[in-house]
């Protein structure tokens, strides 16, 4: 696999009680799938900012990847986010709502403040207007496991500038609808589809 023209796609397992995390159900439809001349190799990760940066550094390694496209779930957004920026903060006991407090460290010690995405955001955003599918470019990833494993994907690949790498936030699913009622979501179709036009377009970057 390693010698393989890697597309490395990540979702996250389900967390806070969800029996499912749309993040990772998504990446493992699209593993074994050639995209632009890339094999899609899809990685689970357990939540938790350490675990993150741990996981995600044992693939970089293994697989030695052309491109990385982080996905996970931001509850209560409305919108598939295209994140623009990560920092360099990591609090396991980062709330629901992405804050963080005094127990918040960082993600890799002695590494800059942050890390902007490589990805091609301005393309990614005309597409999924294209195609009428609710987006943004978001300025915070947060200070959890999501934002951990973006940072250390962009930090673990600094060297490599022209490689795309980035991180997409989704939506609850509709299927999570009866624990979240008051929350918007989004159908699966929809944020497959959306994941999938915007890996054929990062594809295209490499």
């Given at each position: 696999?390693?010698?393989?023209?890697?597309?490395?796609?990540?979702?996250?397992?389900?967390?806070?009680?969800?029996?499912?995390?749309?993040?990772?159900?998504?990446?493992?439809?699209?593993?074994?799938?050639?995209?632009?001349?890339?094999?899609?190799?899809?990685?689970?990760?357990?939540?938790?900012?350490?675990?993150?940066?741990?996981?995600?550094?044992?693939?970089?390694?293994?697989?030695?990847?052309?491109?990385?496209?982080?996905?996970?779930?931001a509850g209560?957004?409305?919108?598939?986010?295209?994140?623009?920026?990560?920092?360099?903060?990591?609090?396991?006991?980062?709330?629901?709502?992405?804050?963080?407090?005094?127990?918040?460290?960082?993600?890799?010690?002695?590494a800059p403040?942050?890390?902007?995405?490589?990805?091609?955001?301005?393309?990614?955003?005309?597409?999924?207007?294209?195609?009428?599918?609710?987006?943004?470019?978001?300025?915070?990833?947060?200070?959890?496991a999501c934002?951990?494993?973006?940072?250390?994907?962009?930090?673990?690949?600094?060297?490599?500038?022209?490689?795309?790498?980035?991180?997409?936030?989704?939506?609850?699913?509709?299927?999570?609808?009866?624990?979240?009622?008051?929350?918007?979501?989004?159908?699966?179709?929809?944020?497959?589809?959306?994941?999938?036009?915007?890996?054929?377009?990062?594809?295209?970057?490499?």
């Amino acid at each position: 696999m390693a010698s393989s023209r890697i597309f490395l796609v990540t979702g996250f397992a389900p967390f806070r009680g969800e029996r499912i995390n749309p993040s990772w159900e998504i990446a493992l439809r699209l593993d074994g799938d050639e995209i632009g001349g890339l094999k899609v190799k899809s990685v689970k990760v357990p939540v938790g900012c350490a675990v993150a940066v741990r996981r995600i550094n044992a693939a970089i390694v293994r697989y030695r990847p052309r491109a990385i496209l982080g996905l996970g779930q931001a509850g209560g957004r409305p919108a598939i986010s295209i994140e623009k920026v990560a920092i360099n903060l990591a609090d396991e006991k980062a709330g629901a709502d992405g804050s963080f407090g005094a127990s918040a460290k960082p993600v890799i010690a002695g590494a800059p403040e942050a890390c902007f995405a490589r990805l091609p955001i301005p393309a990614l955003m005309r597409e999924l207007r294209r195609r009428e599918i609710p987006a943004h470019v978001s300025l915070s990833a947060g200070a959890y496991a999501c934002n951990a494993l973006m940072y250390a994907s962009l930090h673990l690949t600094r060297r490599r500038q022209n490689m795309p790498v980035g991180f997409i936030h989704l939506p609850y699913d509709t299927r999570q609808s009866a624990r979240h009622p008051a929350a918007p979501s989004m159908a699966f179709d929809v944020m497959e589809t959306a994941i999938r036009a915007i890996s054929a377009i990062i594809a295209r970057a490499v």
